[in-house]
T-cell receptor, first 107, second 110 residues
């Protein structure tokens, strides 16, 4: 069965520091993979997506993610986080969501 | 740009009542998805429709049903509501693979 795993339930980083949120997938073929962000009580906003081709994808708000087949990973990165990045982040293959990573930004 | 519209945004029902949630996809999107997100949980896929036909089924309870109409809007019908049905219900629409989510309907069952 397909699955998407986000190993980190909570991540705390200082404002201005770099960020990496982990996502692992279990899929036979090349999956479609997405990262969404959700603020409290809000809907899910698409950050970026990977279908095929270039394994480094750029998204909105300065986020990027790299698809690594050898590691079955699609980690989300940002070089310098802002306080407004504090939210819940979900990795998904389009139907199955990871459990989410709660990002906390320290001043 | 037009987004996915969901109504109502908030709904309060009592146990054993019924509820109908509506979703209006982005224009020209042909696929609609329904998700249920409990407090502090990840979204759980319920059901999807492509061109008005059910295309995939997830963990939708038998008490729930859904359909997509000729104008592509979709309705999720929930009967015999239980306390555990209290959640945020999201609708998403897509033209190809990328889903765009609506703001959600927050259902509270008392």
């Amino acid at each position: 069965a397909q699955s998407v795993t986000q190993p980190d339930i909570h991540i705390t980083v200082s404002e201005g520091a770099s960020l990496e949120l982990r996502c692992n997938y279990s899929y036979g073929a090349t999956p479609y993979l997405f990262w969404y962000v959700q603020s409290p009580g809000q809907g899910l906003q698409l950050l970026l997506k990977y279908f095929s081709g270039d394994t480094l994808v750029q998204g909105i708000k300065g986020f990027e993610a790299e698809f690594k087949r050898s590691q079955s990973s699609f980690n989300l990165r940002k070089p310098s986080v802002h306080w407004s990045d504090a939210a819940e982040y979900f990795c998904t293959d389009g139907l199955t969501f990871g459990k989410g990573t709660h990002l906390i930004i320290q001043p | 740009a037009a987004g996915v519209i969901q109504s109502p945004r908030h709904l309060i029902k009592e146990k054993r009542e019924t509820a109908t949630l509506k979703c209006y996809p982005i224009p020209r999107h042909d696929t609609v998805y329904w998700y249920q997100q409990g407090p502090g949980q990840d979204p759980q896929f319920l059901i999807s429709f492509y061109e008005k036909m059910q295309s995939d089924k997830g963990s939708i309870p038998d008490r729930f049903s859904a359909q997509q109409f000729s104008d592509y809007h979709s309705e999720l019908n929930m009967s015999s509501l239980e306390l555990g049905d209290s959640a945020l219900y999201f609708c998403a629409s897509s033209l190809k693979e990328t889903q765009y989510f609506g703001p959600g309907t927050r259902l509270l069952v008392l």
